[in-house]
């Protein structure tokens, strides 16, 4: 079974320019996640699609951040303009619907803003 | 709002030895996730807890869950160098809230 495949892998960019990123998930899986990992730190949920609609975005920086997950399938998260602090690994991961399904990461995107 | 809080977040063990993690939360869930990270690498599923009093067992590493307690925990027994990693608790409500992870260092 194929993982979750993401890219690009690393992305270096000025701080006010703009990024994106993109995300396949494994096939069939309903859930599609966002997350920022800053170094050192845990992983932060960003979004959470189930099919093509948002479940939550409580703590997407909507004023710089969009994702969107055209058809229930792909997704791209972008940032627009991004910031210093924004430099960490945007890891993408999806699960099944149903109890008891873990979610599976792919190899994240590392970000670096100077 | 769900918090998740590790402890230790560092840890250096020699090998042979046991030691536990201990992940606490503050909201009712019976659902809880242990992963592991390597350095640049992403995460890796160990354990799937799903109930009060679930236990689960790969090789040196045993996970539990005490849903009353709000607690799980992570033993790691007569540990070897190659469980040197970053491990993760992620406690499941209508989204998965990750701890912030215990750097674990085993020493030859």
């Known amino acids: 079974e194929a993982g979750v495949a993401q890219s690009p892998r690393y992305k270096i960019i000025e701080k006010r320019q703009s990024v994106a990123f993109w995300c396949n998930p494994i096939s069939g899986h309903a859930t599609l996640y966002w997350y920022q990992q800053i170094l050192g730190q845990g992983p932060k949920l960003l979004i959470q699609?189930?099919?093509?609609?948002?479940?939550?975005d409580s703590q997407l920086p909507k004023d710089r951040f969009s994702a969107e997950r055209l058809k229930g399938v792909d997704s791209t998260l972008k940032i627009q303009p991004a910031k210093l602090e924004d430099s960490a690994v945007y890891l993408c991961a999806s699960s099944p619907l149903g109890r008891g399904t873990e979610a599976f990461f792919g190899q994240g995107t590392r970000l670096t803003v100077v | 709002e769900l918090k998740v809080e590790q402890n230790p977040l560092f840890l250096s063990m020699q090998e042979g030895k046991n030691y536990t993690i201990y992940c606490n939360y503050s909201?009712?869930?019976?659902?809880l996730y242990w992963y592991r990270q390597d350095p640049g690498k992403s995460l890796e599923s160990l354990f799937v807890?799903?109930?009060?009093?679930a236990v689960k067992q790969e090789g040196r590493l045993m996970a539990s869950l005490d849903t009353k307690a709000r607690l799980s925990t992570l033993h790691i027994t007569a540990a070897v160098h190659d469980l040197s990693a970053t491990y993760f608790c992620a406690v499941v409500l209508d989204k998965i809230i990750f701890g912030k992870g215990t750097r674990l260092h085993i020493l030859p």
């Open positions: 699609f189930q099919n093509n609609g948002v479940v939550d």
């Open positions: 909201t009712t869930s019976d659902r």
């Open positions: 807890l799903l109930s009060n009093g």
